[in-house]
């Protein structure tokens, strides 16, 4: 910042135009401070401060002319942020900062300057002009800022962590349910097997031996049986198994039985039941079937299965 030269100007214009300078620092909303240049010690020292200054810092002009900058700094001032400044003021370069300084009622407030060598016509610095804003309220701001942007990072890594962990739960579930549907299917496959097995080698043995000892009717009974028996254990049994009708053991043996092609009549007679009560057996087995209201033989419809 250079003095405007005054070569053509009068004495009358160079006070105006100092007025008129003095009037505009002096009316002015930012703080401005001007020191000399020493930055060795004792340091610069403080020539004028507007009333912005002393509005910011509680410190009027006589307080603090002649005194060094360094009365506003305290504990809480970052020093390096103030060896940067001695080291650009020493290099006649521009420095801009902020640090804490003190009030003189001892509170704190963020202070911005804005620092810059006033060179003279022959390129020689006079003094350092500062001007300085009180920035307390934006710090705070950008701190709840950040503060915000922290719990907000903070809260996506929960969030996805959360996420990642239910759906581990949910393979997990998965795979349990895989494993309970495989334990039922074999359990099912097992009670089959069971099954065919018991029917081949007990049940049908002793059909065997009865027939030979029985009368020829009693054969004819134990040979529909031993028929049916076979059906169970064959593809058709099976079916009835894993299809899980939700047949009742009377409603299996039934439907063996006209699936052989026997009719109501005889199938009540071999199991020596009522007539009706294989009538309410058959409209059972067909609701169960799935076959209530189509027009479908029963017969025919259980020699597919």
Not at 22 to 37: F, N, R, Y
Request: overall charge positive.
């Amino acid at each position: 910042m250079k003095k405007a030269s005054t070569s053509s100007e009068t004495p009358g214009q160079i006070q105006i135009s100092l007025e008129l300078l003095v009037a505009t620092i002096e009316a002015a909303k930012d703080s401005i401070m001007i020191t000399t240049t020493e930055l060795n010690e004792p340091g610069p020292t403080i020539v004028y401060v507007n009333p912005a200054f002393t509005r910011m810092t509680g410190y009027s002009l006589a307080e603090t002319i002649g005194r060094n900058p360094r009365f506003l700094q305290g504990l809480e001032t970052d020093r390096k942020v103030m060896d940067e400044l001695r080291h650009k003021l020493s290099r006649k370069e521009v420095f801009c900062g902020k640090a804490v300084n003190y009030r003189k009622d001892g509170s704190t407030f963020v202070n911005e300057w804005h620092i810059k060598p006033i060179v003279t016509e022959n390129s020689q610095i006079s003094h350092f002009l500062a001007i300085q804003h009180d920035v307390t309220e934006r710090e705070k701001a950008y701190q709840m800022l950040a503060e915000s942007e922290k719990q907000r990072r903070q809260q996506a890594i929960m969030l996805e962590e959360q996420a990642a962990a239910l759906e581990n739960k949910n393979n997990a579930l998965h795979e349990m349910l895989q494993q309970i549907q495989w334990e039922k299917q074999k359990v099912k496959q097992d009670n089959a097997l069971n099954h065919t097995l018991n029917i081949s080698e007990i049940i049908l043995p002793i059909l065997r031996k009865l027939k030979r000892k029985s009368s020829q009717v009693d054969q004819a009974y134990l040979t529909v049986l031993e028929n049916s028996l076979r059906d169970l254990n064959s593809r058709f049994g099976r079916n009835l198994i894993e299809r899980d009708f939700g047949l009742s053991p009377r409603e299996v043996e039934i439907a063996n039985m006209a699936r052989q092609g026997l009719a109501t009549k005889a199938i009540a007679l071999t199991l020596n039941i009522a007539i009706g009560t294989v009538e309410i057996h058959r409209r059972n087995i067909r609701k169960k079937l799935g076959i209530t209201n189509v027009e479908v033989n029963l017969t025919n419809y259980l020699q597919k299965l």
